[in-house]
């Protein structure tokens, strides 16, 4: 089994930072990509940034200068450090991975638990 966890949500100001992290465990093989979708309220999920094992990055334009991708592949964990957000950047963000899993060597996307930002004064 595998379970991808988040953390790093929370309620910030316009102007702020916050750092999101998702940790995956459980039988793995190899991690592909990683990345982020967000959904805000009444829009469909989005992909916010994405990174592969090899490092290729890829952002949504409304996050690029603002948002920075990485990961941890030994600690198979990726990280979200969001600074300058927006209140457009409000959403529940929800992490991603591409997993082969070390019992039948197939490739599955598995999904955090989701964790709300929200930008407000």
């Known amino acids: 089994q595998v379970q991808l966890v988040e953390s790093g949500g929370g309620l910030v100001q316009p102007g702020g930072s916050l750092r999101l992290s998702c940790a995956a465990s459980g039988s793995i093989f190899s991690i592909y990509t990683m990345g982020w979708y967000r959904q805000a309220p009444g829009k469909q999920r989005e992909l916010v940034a994405a990174?592969?094992?090899?490092?290729?990055?890829n952002y949504a334009d409304s996050v690029k200068g603002r948002f920075t991708i990485s990961r941890d592949n030994a600690k198979n964990t990726a990280y979200l450090q969001m600074n300058r957000l927006k209140p457009e950047d409000t959403a529940v963000y929800y992490c991603?991975?591409?997993?082969?899993?070390?019992?039948?060597?197939?490739?599955?996307?598995?999904w955090g638990q989701g964790t709300q930002v929200t930008v407000s004064s």
């Open positions: 990174i592969t094992s090899g490092g290729n990055i």
């Open positions: 991603y991975a591409n997993i082969v899993t070390t019992s039948t060597r197939d490739e599955y996307v598995y």
